[in-house]
């Protein structure tokens, strides 16, 4: 499994930006896609995520109510609209995918595949 991430850039405090991750070959027909980001010297957070079923997601609560995680299965691609964003929002994003049959975990050691980082700015 590879997955590409795209998106990212530069966003003023209050704008939007949007990230796409898109997984090609083999997966199960159960998984989850997470997107995490990490600032120097922090560990990877865990923002959002999506059961494939698209029934379950995950936010953290700092995102809660300004980002979005949808999932495009016909596309395999999983998206990231982030809205309202604030400076704290500056990281490097990167998409995972977790063969969990389902389960949405937090730890980023239980996801199996990564793609490469984006970086994402907001500026004050």
């Known amino acids: 499994v590879q997955l590409q991430a795209s998106g990212g850039g530069l966003a003023q405090a209050g704008g939007s930006l949007r990230l796409s991750c898109t997984a090609s070959?083999?997966?199960?027909?159960?998984?989850?896609v997470g997107w995490f980001r990490q600032t120097p010297g922090k560990e990877r957070e865990l923002v959002a995520a999506?059961?494939?079923?698209?029934?379950?997601?995950y936010y953290t609560d700092s995102v809660k109510g300004r980002f979005t995680i949808s999932r495009d299965n016909a596309r395999n691609t999983v998206n990231l609209q982030m809205n309202s964003l604030k400076p704290e929002d500056t990281a490097v994003y990167y998409c995972?995918?977790?063969?969990?049959?389902?389960?949405?975990?937090?730890?980023?050691?239980?996801?199996?595949?990564w793609g490469q980082g984006t970086q994402v700015t907001v500026s004050s």
């Open positions: 995972a995918l977790a063969l969990s049959g389902g389960q949405i975990y937090i730890d980023s050691h239980r996801y199996n595949y």
């Open positions: 070959g083999r997966t199960s027909s159960s998984y989850v």
């Open positions: 999506i059961r494939r079923s698209g029934d379950r997601t």
